[in-house]
C-alpha cells in the first residue's frame, strides 16, 4: 500500500492567513493527488484533483502543487468557512489511501 | 446531478453481517467505479473497495476476507456486506461515485457492541 504521510495534524490560524498543507506519498505516484474538505458531520468535498486542478465552483484562494512524492495544499487567504479537516487521497494504485488529515482551526 | 442514497442497520453485535445498500439517483451506474469508504469516529479515511456497473471488483486487502461489494443494475443500486463485525467496525461508512469521490451518500454511522 502507498502510506500518505500529510502534515501538520491540525493548525490554528486568522483570519486572512495563508495556510499550507504538505502531503507525502511513500512512492512516486506522478499527479494523482486529490485534496478534499470535510466538515463535521459531513461527507468529504473535492477540491482539487491531480494535484493542482481546482474543481469547478471551489474558490480561488484554495489550490495544490506537487508531483512525484511530494505535495502541497495552500489556502491563501484563511475564511471562516474553511474551518474544517483537509485530506489527500492518492489515486495512482489500489488500495486507494488517505492522509491522516489536517484540522484546520480559527 | 448525480444523487446517493444509502441506508441500512445502523446498529451490530460482534460477529454479525453488516449491510449497507446505496442507490444511485440522477445518473446510471455505467462508466464509473462504485465505492465504499469508512471513518471510524474521529479519525480518518478509509478505502473499503469498489465495484463497476459489470460486478468487476477491488478491495483493501486489509478487510478482503470479509467483504463483497455487489451490484443491482435492475435497481440502480450496489451494496456492502462486512462479515464477522467487531467493535473496531464502528465507523461511519460512505458511498460514492469514482476513485476520485465527487459524489458522496450521506453516511451511516454502523455502531458494533454487545
Known amino acids: 500500500d502507498i502510506q500518505m504521510t500529510q502534515s501538520p495534524s491540525s493548525l490554528s490560524a486568522s483570519v486572512g492567513d495563508r495556510v499550507t498543507i504538505t502531503c507525502q506519498a511513500s512512492q512516486d505516484i506522478s499527479n494523482f493527488l486529490n485534496w478534499y474538505q470535510q466538515k463535521p458531520g459531513k461527507a468529504p468535498k473535492i477540491l482539487i484533483s491531480?494535484?493542482?486542478n481546482l474543481e469547478t465552483g471551489v474558490p480561488s484562494r484554495f489550490s495544490g502543487s506537487g508531483s512525484g512524492t511530494d505535495f502541497t495544499f495552500t489556502i491563501s487567504s484563511l475564511q471562516p468557512e474553511d474551518i474544517a479537516t483537509y485530506y489527500c487521497?492518492?489515486?495512482?494504485?489500489?488500495?486507494?489511501?488517505f492522509g491522516g488529515g489536517t484540522k484546520v482551526e480559527i | 446531478q448525480v444523487q446517493l442514497q444509502q441506508w441500512g442497520a445502523g446498529l451490530l453485535k460482534p460477529s454479525e453481517t453488516l449491510s449497507l445498500n446505496c442507490g444511485v439517483y440522477g445518473g446510471s451506474l455505467s462508466g464509473f467505479y462504485w465505492t465504499w469508504i469508512r471513518q471510524p469516529p474521529g479519525k480518518g479515511l478509509e478505502w473499503i473497495g469498489e465495484?463497476?456497473?459489470?460486478?468487476?471488483?477491488n478491495y483493501n486487502p486489509s478487510l478482503k476476507s470479509r467483504v463483497t461489494i455487489s451490484v443491482d443494475t435492475s435497481k440502480n443500486q450496489f451494496s456492502l456486506r462486512l462479515s464477522s463485525v467487531t467493535a473496531a467496525d464502528t465507523a461511519v461508512y460512505y458511498c460514492a461515485r469514482g476513485r476520485i469521490t465527487y459524489f458522496w451518500g450521506q453516511g451511516t454511522l454502523v455502531t458494533v457492541s454487545s
Open positions: 465495484i463497476n456497473h459489470l460486478g468487476g471488483t
Open positions: 491531480d494535484a493542482s
Open positions: 487521497q492518492q489515486s495512482d494504485n489500489l488500495p486507494l489511501t
